[in-house]
T-cell receptor, first 112, second 112 residues
């Protein structure tokens, strides 16, 4: 079946450090890929998405590129802030599918 | 514009009881999906409803059921609660198709 694997956290960084959170996937079809962010006590917020190979999703300084050859969608940010501290989820949905498949989440902690 | 609203935000139930969770989608969204997020894990798909019909069901026991009303709001029902049902239950809505899911803040269910 379809699955998403993320690097385990927590990831602890100092403010202004470079962030990478790895995400790889397996899918029976051709998926769209997403990164969601969850702040403490809240639901999920869509951070960025990519719907086809080589697409780059970007939002709020975060970027991720859909790499079909490596089945990856790694999240990056050049300079993190304390306010970026949250749990990040990588997810996929098959085209014409009806369910999101999530990874286990990666907690990011940014220290001043 | 109101986002996806869920009620209640928190509740505590005893093993064996029944619970009903409610979700109101974004205005104009005809699809509602339910996810269970156990602490420290990624969300797991439970149901999707579109135009009042069930369009998908995840790997959950028959104790879980749902329905969608003519105004596109939805209820998730769980019978014979178990301790393992303790989780954050998330509702998501979209216009239909595979994109643009917006999540609510969730209902935190604790079974004691």
């Amino acid at each position: 079946g379809d699955s998403v694997t993320q690097m385990e956290g927590p990831v602890t960084l100092s403010e202004e450090a470079f962030l990478t959170i790895n995400c790889t996937y397996t899918a029976t079809g051709y998926p769209s890929l997403f990164w969601y962010v969850q702040y403490p006590g809240e639901g999920l917020q869509l951070l960025l998405k990519a719907t086809k190979a080589d697409d780059k999703g970007s939002n709020k300084g975060f970027e991720a590129t859909y790499r079909k050859e490596t089945t990856s969608f790694h999240l990056e940010k050049g300079s993190v802030q304390v306010s970026d501290s949250a749990v990040y989820f990588c997810a996929l949905i098959l085209n014409a599918g009806n369910m999101l498949t999530f990874g286990g989440g990666t907690r990011l902690m940014v220290k001043p | 514009d109101a986002g996806v609203t869920q009620s209640p935000t928190h509740l505590i139930k005893t093993r064996g009881q029944h619970v009903t969770l409610r979700c109101s989608p974004i205005s104009g969204h005809k699809s509602v999906s339910w996810y269970q997020q156990v602490l420290g894990q990624g969300p797991q798909f439970i149901f999707q409803y579109y135009e009042k019909e069930e369009r998908g069901r995840g790997n959950f026991p028959d104790r879980f059921s749902a329905r969608q009303f003519p105004n596109y709001s939805s209820e998730l029902n769980v019978n014979a609660l178990l301790l393992g049902d303790s989780a954050l239950y998330l509702c998501a809505s979209n216009l239909g198709g595979s994109y643009g899911y917006t999540f609510g803040s969730g209902t935190r269910l604790t079974v004691v």
